[in-house]
């Protein structure tokens, strides 16, 4: 028995292709129309037991005039991108999808590939303000294993992103935490060199405090010592808190790295004792100057208040009620000004006091000279006795700070602030 051959492909040319298909088996471009034989009445169609008859009749009979089937004229020109006749192309087994005269066969999805390459994820860390780079890159979702694929993907995704993570803490914990801690111990000690360089300054300024009342007896003279101290006394301050605040926020990175890089406890331990020892030191020279700043503040506006008073005294001994008059206003304003700063940190109690009942004196003396221009003698000798009151309170040692108060005061501050710098030095 003689097997059965298709016709051949018109492009690839293969020749076994099913009776009645479609598209070849071989490039699955489509096929040709089968072409119409004519069969006798009964003989059943579709059917070909061998070559297709020329014609009906026995053999070696004429041939009749019946219409014959035209010649198949041969494969369409090609299109672009498409191979011609002729040319058969090589097709790996199992492979689904050719091109073809409109492109892919929509009856078949397209060839796995893989899922894409993921985008490299970056290496670098931002912790405790500074950047650090990972000594690996971190690994981007590997493609599923065919045997995870019964799992639901969300559940399988999460594991993997688990996975993911728990590498990524690992390097952290052994690669970069420790690095981290290396870096705030460096900084720890560069915060305290530059602490200790500054002990000279703040230590000028302390001898300032502790001779801030020594001033001119002229108000006029001590306006101008005192401007100038304030602005050391505060210049002075704002350097010992910018050094306290710096070493204790270097002590509050370690402390949290304490906990996450046991490597380095040792070094961090040794780092924060240091620390800790240099903040006690630099509060007590915070909480001295802050005093003195605070002082100053008061001793200003009541030296100007005293200048005031000084011009009302005076007009008062030439008889000018006009000019005696004209300072009270501003008088007032600067003694209500350090009454407002009286009772802030590190002032003793004597300050406040004192400060009104000067501007009880103030208020008595305009009294007075409303008396004096009214001619009230009754209330020229009320005023006159509140303002001699007052007076006499301001001496009394309830209202008057001694000497030596900065000097009690600030000194033991001073000792405990040059003992710190002196350990940061020595490395103790």
Same mark, same amino acid.
């Given at each position: 028995?003689?097997?059965?051959?298709?016709?051949?492909?018109?492009?690839?040319?293969?020749?076994?292709?099913?009776?009645?298909?479609?598209?070849?088996?071989?490039?699955?471009?489509?096929?040709?129309?089968?072409?119409?034989?004519?069969?006798?009445?009964?003989?059943?169609?579709?059917?070909?037991?061998? /070559?297709?008859?020329?014609?009906? &009749?026995? $053999?070696? !009979?004429? =041939?009749?005039? *019946?219409? +014959? %089937? #035209?010649?198949?004229? @041969?494969?369409?020109?090609?299109? /672009?991108?498409?191979?011609?006749? &002729?040319? $058969?192309? !090589?097709? =790996?087994?199992? *492979?689904? +999808? %050719? #091109?073809?005269?409109? @492109?892919?066969?929509?009856?078949?999805?397209?060839?796995?590939?893989?899922?894409? $390459?993921?985008?490299?994820?970056?290496?670098?860390?931002?912790?405790?303000?500074?950047?650090?780079?990972?000594?690996?890159?971190?690994?981007?979702?590997?493609?599923?294993? $065919?045997?995870?694929?019964?799992?639901?993907?969300?559940?399988?995704?999460?594991?993997?992103?688990?996975?993911?993570?728990?590498?990524?803490?690992?390097?952290?914990?052994?690669?970069?935490?420790?690095?981290?801690?290396?870096?705030?111990?460096?900084?720890?000690?560069?915060?305290?060199?530059?602490?200790?360089?500054?002990?000279?300054?703040?230590?000028?300024?302390?001898?300032?405090?502790?001779?801030?009342?020594?001033?001119?007896?002229?108000?006029?003279?001590?306006?101008?010592?005192?401007?100038?101290?304030?602005?050391?006394?505060?210049?002075?301050?704002?350097?010992?808190?910018?050094?306290?605040?710096?070493?204790?926020?270097?002590?509050?990175?370690?402390?949290?790295?304490?906990?996450?890089?046991?490597?380095?406890?040792?070094?961090?331990?040794?780092?924060?004792?240091?620390?800790?020892?240099?903040?006690?030191?630099?509060?007590?020279?915070?909480?001295?100057?802050?005093?003195?700043?605070?002082?100053?503040?008061?001793?200003?506006?009541?030296?100007?208040?005293?200048?005031?008073?000084?011009?009302?005294?005076?007009?008062?001994?030439?008889?000018?009620?006009?000019?005696?008059?004209?300072?009270?206003?501003?008088?007032?304003?600067?003694?209500?000004?350090?009454?407002?700063?009286?009772?802030?940190?590190?002032?003793?109690?004597?300050?406040?006091?004192?400060?009104?009942?000067?501007?009880?004196?103030?208020?008595?003396?305009?009294?007075?000279?409303?008396?004096?221009?009214?001619?009230?003698?009754?209330?020229?000798?009320?005023?006159?006795?509140?303002?001699?009151?007052?007076?006499?309170?301001?001496?009394?040692?309830?209202?008057?700070?001694?000497?030596?108060?900065?000097?009690?005061?600030?000194?033991?501050?001073?000792?405990?602030?040059?003992?710190?710098?002196?350990?940061?030095?020595?490395?103790?």
């Amino acid at each position: 028995m003689q097997a059965y051959q298709s016709p051949p492909c018109p492009y690839c040319g293969a020749t076994w292709n099913q009776p009645g298909a479609q598209a070849c088996a071989n490039c699955r471009n489509p096929l040709p129309p089968p072409q119409p034989s004519y069969a006798p009445p009964g003989y059943p169609q579709g059917q070909q037991p061998g /070559p297709p008859p020329q014609g009906y &009749g026995a $053999p070696n !009979y004429p =041939p009749q005039n *019946y219409p +014959q %089937q #035209p010649e198949y004229p @041969g494969a369409p020109p090609a299109y /672009p991108g498409q191979p011609g006749p &002729g040319y $058969p192309t !090589y097709v =790996p087994p199992g *492979y689904q +999808q %050719q #091109p073809g005269a409109y @492109g892919p066969d929509p009856g078949y999805g397209a060839y796995p590939q893989g899922a894409p $390459p993921a985008a490299a994820q970056g290496t670098t860390l931002r912790l405790f303000g500074q950047t650090f780079t990972l000594p690996l890159a971190l690994p981007a979702l590997p493609a599923l294993p $065919p045997a995870l694929l019964q799992f639901p993907q969300g559940i399988v995704r999460r594991a993997a992103a688990v996975a993911v993570a728990l590498i990524v803490v690992l390097v952290l914990f052994i690669g970069v935490i420790p690095a981290i801690a290396s870096s705030q111990i460096s900084a720890a000690s560069q915060s305290l060199t530059t602490a200790t360089s500054h002990q000279g300054k703040i230590d000028a300024v302390f001898t300032q405090a502790l001779t801030l009342r020594a001033s001119p007896s002229d108000p006029n003279a001590a306006k101008v010592q005192f401007d100038k101290l304030a602005k050391s006394l505060n210049d002075g301050l704002g350097l010992v808190q910018s050094d306290e605040s710096a070493l204790t926020s270097v002590d509050q990175r370690l402390t949290v790295l304490q906990w996450v890089a046991p490597s380095k406890s040792a070094g961090i331990t040794a780092a924060r004792h240091r620390l800790t020892g240099a903040i006690a030191g630099l509060k007590q020279a915070d909480q001295a100057l802050t005093a003195a700043v605070n002082e100053v503040k008061v001793i200003q506006p009541y030296n100007d208040a005293l200048i005031d008073y000084g011009k009302i005294g005076a007009a008062l001994a030439k008889h000018d009620l006009v000019g005696a008059g004209a300072p009270y206003p501003d008088a007032q304003q600067k003694i209500e000004l350090a009454i407002s700063y009286s009772h802030a940190a590190g002032l003793p109690p004597q300050i406040a006091k004192q400060v009104s009942s000067f501007g009880d004196v103030l208020l008595n003396t305009e009294s007075l000279i409303q008396a004096i221009q009214s001619k009230d003698t009754a209330g020229i000798k009320k005023s006159t006795d509140a303002m001699n009151a007052a007076l006499k309170a301001m001496s009394t040692p309830e209202e008057t700070v001694p000497a030596d108060y900065e000097t009690k005061t600030f000194a033991p501050m001073q000792k405990a602030y040059d003992a710190a710098m002196k350990a940061i030095k020595s490395g103790s």
